[in-house]
Every structure is written in C-alpha cells, then in structure tokens.
Nanobody, 119 residues
C-alpha cells in the first residue's frame, strides 16, 4: 500500500501563488511517476502535471508556464508550485501515483486539498 498526504491548499486572489505538497509513505520503492490531478465542481477529474523519478515532467496545456511540478526523492515528496493563478484553477487537487501488477494498473490517491482562486 501507498499513502499520500497533501497539504498547502487555500484561498488566494487571482494572480497569486500557492505551493502544494504531497508526501508519500508505505510501499514506495517501485513508484516511478507521481502527479497532480484536479476536479472542479461539476467537472471530471483532469490531469494537471506529472513527474518521473528521473525528473521528466508533463503538464496539461492550461497550466504550462504557470505551474511547476518538482520532486524530492529523498523525502518522497512531490510539489506543485502554482503561479499566476486564475479563477478557473479553482478545484480540489489530488496527488496521485500508481504501479502495475499482473492484474493491471493500481492508482493511489491522496485525500485532496481545496484550492480556491477568488477576489
């Protein structure tokens, strides 16, 4: 099992910044990719950004140039630095990782942290 605990959400004005953190614990030795998803009210959960063990990153188009995902492998922690926040970034943000077994892919999720961008 893998446990993911997020922190760092909150209320911020448009144009502001927030930094989310996600600490992983448990059976994490085989984990490669960690990422952030978000889900706004009435919308499906969407991928925001991912990062591999080697530091290769991927972002959804709407956050490119504003968000930065990073990772501290020694601390088993992944971060999401969010700058120039917009009201449309308002959502619950979830940390994610996964592993494959003979039975297929198994996803692990954090409890989610609320990010609200509003004046």
């Amino acid at each position: 099992q893998v446990q993911l605990v997020e922190s760092g959400g909150g209320l911020v004005q448009p144009g502001g910044s927030l930094r989310l953190s996600c600490a992983a614990s448990g059976s994490i030795s085989s984990i490669n990719v960690m990422g952030w998803y978000r889900q706004a009210p009435g919308k499906e959960r969407e991928l925001v950004a991912t990062i591999t063990n080697g530091g290769i990153t991927n972002y959804t188009n709407s956050v490119k140039g504003r968000f930065t995902i990073s990772r501290d492998n020694a601390k088993n922690t992944v971060y999401l630095q969010m700058n120039s926040l917009k009201p449309e970034d308002t959502a619950v943000y979830y940390c994610n990782t996964y592993r494959y077994s003979p039975y297929g892919r198994h996803d692990y999720w954090g409890q989610g942290t609320q990010v609200t961008v509003s004046s």
